[in-house]
């Protein structure tokens, strides 16, 4: 028999999917261009992340 599944892989990419919303908006909410593109750069990082572990999950 095998062992149940941990969900927390799943939390972790939920997590990330968080923090990938929240530069969006710190993204959509920021006025210099210089700042748009850091936070354009923090959102798909966090993306990748999320992606990744929900990959690792399944």
Not at 13 to 32: D, K, N
Not at 46 to 56: E, F, I, M, N, Y
């Amino acid at each position: 028999m095998t062992p149940p599944q941990s969900h927390r892989p799943l939390a972790t990419a939920a997590a990330w999917l968080l923090i990938c919303v929240l530069a969006t908006v710190a993204l959509i909410l920021t006025t210099p261009a210089w700042g748009k593109i850091l936070w354009l750069i923090a959102a798909a990082a966090a993306l990748r992340t999320a992606v990744q572990c929900a990959w690792r999950a399944r």
